[in-house]
T-cell receptor, first 115, second 112 residues
Framework: KNQVEQSPQSLIILEGKNCTLQ??????????LRWYKQDTGRGPVSLTI?????NTKSNGRYTATLDADTKQSSLHITASQLSDSASYIC??????????????FGRGTQLTVWP | DAGVTQSPTHLIKTRGQHVTLRCSPI?????VSWYQQVLGQGPQFIFQ???????GRGNFPDRFSARQFPNYSSELNVNALLLGDSALYLC???????????FGQGTRLTVV
């Protein structure tokens, strides 16, 4: 069964601190893995997208890693800001070549940054 | 350049009514997907359309239907609304199904 599991479910950190969010998946065939940030009541916004051959990708203070062997990914946020408070969703796309991919979503990690 | 646009942004309906949600993809994108997101959970896949054909359907009842028009915009229709249909409905567009998906702001549907 294709699944995406995220941990922790929620996280509270102080402004300026770092944090790491985890994602485990069982989606097959794997196409790519994406991390999205979603503010409450808004659509998700893409942070990173990684294919099978990529181990790490950065986007400003966000760094995502991917271990395709263990089917694990992490999102590291450096020097957190109040505006980082949001839900972070791990999304895995299934499909190969020209096959249309279907997206499998985790439930998200709700991050709250306190001043 | 406009992103994915969805309309309306908010909607209140009563049980038993039907609703039509609309999505305009990014210019040049031919794939549109619909998702339902219940509060506190991740989005659940409803439909995927590519080049005006249905290419995927999630585990939703037949009350849910969709279509894609020649200009690649899309509509999601839900009949006989239930209280449990209350959710944020998201539309995502991509140039193909495996490329990066861009999401609209969503339509917040409340069924009372």
């Amino acid at each position: 069964k294709n699944q995406v599991e995220q941990s922790p479910q929620s996280l509270i950190i102080l402004e300026g601190k770092n944090c790491t969010l985890q994602c485990n998946y069982t989606v097959s065939p794997f196409s790519n893995l994406r991390w999205y940030k979603q503010d409450t009541g808004r659509g998700p916004v893409s942070l990173t997208i990684m294919t099978f051959s990529e181990n790490t990708k950065s986007n400003g203070r966000y760094t995502a890693t991917l271990d395709a062997d263990t089917k694990q990914s992490s999102l590291h946020i450096t020097a957190s800001q109040l505006s980082d408070s949001a839900s972070y969703i791990c999304v895995v796309s299934a499909g190969r070549g020209s096959t249309l991919g279907r997206l499998y979503f985790g439930r998200g990690t709700q991050l709250t940054v306190w001043p | 350049d406009a992103g994915v646009t969805q309309s309306p942004t908010h909607l209140i309906k009563t049980r038993g009514q039907h609703v039509t949600l609309r999505c305009s993809p990014i210019s040049g994108h031919k794939s549109v997907s619909w998702y339902q997101q219940v509060l506190g959970q991740g989005p659940q896949f409803i439909f995927q359309y590519y080049e005006k054909e249905e290419r995927g359907r999630g585990n939703f009842p037949d009350r849910f239907s969709a279509r894609q028009f020649p200009n690649y915009s899309s509509e999601l229709n839900v009949n006989a609304l239930l209280l449990g249909d209350s959710a944020l409905y998201l539309c995502a567009s991509s140039s193909s199904g495996i490329s990066e998906a861009f999401f609209g702001q969503g339509t917040r549907l409340t069924v009372v």
